[in-house]
């Protein structure tokens, strides 16, 4: 199993700011997934981040909103940058092992 | 294109009844289906995936290739169940990335 700890676990911003989630593992993983879970919706993959190269983006997302880092194995971070009121969401790091996913407690965040 | 639906975003039964979660799935290979539990305050969490062909607390969930169906299903439903419950798909080649349907409330009433 993987235990995933992600902070800050909720956060206010001003819109035109930018918010860097972190995300570590207490264990190493290839691949990180970052989600979005907007108000009264499912879960979205936002991409997938691996240790060594860029992330993969699905569509409708895009490295210059969402920056992520990985620069080991146990640890990422994503950035939402230049917030507007439609980023308030919840955003959920994952991880796979052995075919099951591993959530963090995820980072509820208000843009006002 | 891989897509999961769960047409019902809320269900209430007594507890005792029995409950079913609809999920529907559209994929061209063979998937894997897991659903995921959420309880209040709790983070996503596996509940069984379709491979396994087990019961988790009390609940079973039947691949359905023809009807494209894994619905979970609890022949007695108890208060503890009321949680947000996820149906998710992985393709082949999605190397680890889960497809989520949009979610169902199940609340149990006493």
């Known amino acids: 199993s993987a235990v995933i700890s992600q902070k800050p676990s909720r956060d206010i911003c001003q819109r035109g700011t930018s918010l860097t989630i972190q995300c570590q593992v207490d264990?190493?993983?290839?691949?990180m997934f970052w989600y979005r879970q907007q108000p009264g919706q499912s879960l979205t993959l936002i991409a997938t981040?691996?240790?060594?190269?860029?992330?993969?983006?699905e569509s409708g997302f895009v490295i210059d909103k969402f920056p992520i880092s990985r620069p080991n194995l146990t640890f990422s971070t994503l950035t939402v940058s230049n917030m507007s009121p439609e980023d308030s969401s919840i955003y959920l790091c994952?991880?796979?092992?052995?075919?099951?996913?591993?959530f963090g407690q995820g980072t509820r965040l208000t843009v006002v | 294109a891989q897509r999961v639906t769960q047409p019902e975003k809320l269900l209430s039964v007594f507890k005792g009844a029995p409950v079913e979660l609809k999920c529907n799935y559209s994929?061209?290979?063979?998937?894997?289906l897991f659903w995921y539990v959420q309880y209040s305050r709790q983070r996503l969490q596996l509940l069984l995936r379709?491979?396994s062909r087990e019961s988790i607390k009390g609940f079973t969930a039947d691949l359905n290739k023809g009807e494209t169906s894994f619905h979970l299903k609890k022949p007695f439903a108890q208060e503890e169940d009321s949680a947000m419950y996820y149906c998710?798909?992985?393709?082949?080649?999605?190397?680890?990335?889960?497809?989520f349907g949009q979610g169902t409330i199940l609340t149990v009433h006493p």
């Open positions: 994952s991880v796979s092992m052995n075919t099951e996913a591993f």
């Open positions: 264990s190493q993983v290839t691949m």
């Open positions: 981040a691996n240790q060594g190269s860029e992330a993969t983006y």
């Open positions: 994929y061209s290979g063979s998937p894997e």
């Open positions: 379709h491979i």
């Open positions: 998710a798909l992985r393709g082949g080649t999605s190397y680890g990335k889960l497809t």
